[in-house]
């Protein structure tokens, strides 16, 4: 896995929004928030439109397509008609979800794939081809540098995977992948449609051996998303 890397000029005090947009579950009439959707990209629009720099990732289950296991059951067993008329439907769900999106395509930084895709293509690679951004696969490593100074913001991002139902196991599962780059600033996991943020701490040393105060070393922060479908 590389890490994907972007230089940004902050002057004065301009400000940098990070927003992850994940489990959108757009076609699912019934339990999808559109509404929230489009008041959460007008208000990245009107947040850019005040000299703010925002930066959005898309975390995956862009649409409610197949699950893993229903694409497993489902290999061999369709005619090539109906896999077509499934992409083509597919597509057409797509670029429905991408005219809502479309208004900030320039600070989109790429999509993560989720595990509700469709069985030829997946949804990750469609919105490649419509905001010509990067597909990440299931997970992404980026570093934000900010020029005139030797700042950086490191988010790693991961669609996620079944955690359990307690919070202390969801708690975990974000724990667990802050192990994949321990430089992270910012770990970000959907999946779940679990809701809240958990910061970690830490106590460093000094090259002279003494113990440094929390405020001094380097804060780690795990941001669970918050779903735009409804159980």
Request: aromatic residues 8%; charged residues 25%; glycine residues 8%.
């Amino acid at each position: 896995m590389k890490i994907n890397r972007e230089d940004i000029a902050l002057t004065g005090d301009t400000e940098m929004l990070f927003v992850p947009v994940g489990d959108i579950h757009h076609n699912d009439l019934k339990r999808c928030d559109r509404s929230r959707l489009k008041r959460l990209m007008d208000w990245c629009e009107r947040e850019r439109d005040n000299g703010k720099v925002i930066r959005l990732i898309g975390m995956g289950d862009y649409l409610d397509t197949f699950s893993a296991s229903e694409r497993r059951a489902l290999r061999g067993t369709l005619h090539e008609s109906t896999e077509e008329w499934i992409e083509r439907k597919t597509t057409e769900d797509l670029v429905e979800l991408s005219e809502v999106l479309m208004p900030l395509r320039a600070h989109w930084i790429g999509f993560i794939e989720g595990n509700h895709t469709t069985i030829v293509k997946q949804s990750a690679e469609w919105l490649h081809d419509i905001f010509q951004k990067p597909n990440f696969g299931d997970s992404c490593m980026y570093q934000f540098r900010f020029s005139g100074t030797d700042l950086v913001f490191n988010v790693f991002a991961h669609h996620g995977r079944n955690t359990g139902s307690t919070w202390g196991s969801k708690i975990g599962a974000r724990s667990r992948a802050h192990q994949v780059w321990p430089d992270a600033h910012l770990v970000c996991m959907g999946h779940d449609h679990a809701k809240f943020a958990c910061p970690e701490v830490g106590l460093g040393m000094s090259s002279e051996g003494e113990m440094l105060q929390h405020k001094t070393y380097q804060q780690h922060q795990f941001l669970i998303l918050e779903s735009l479908h409804h159980h």
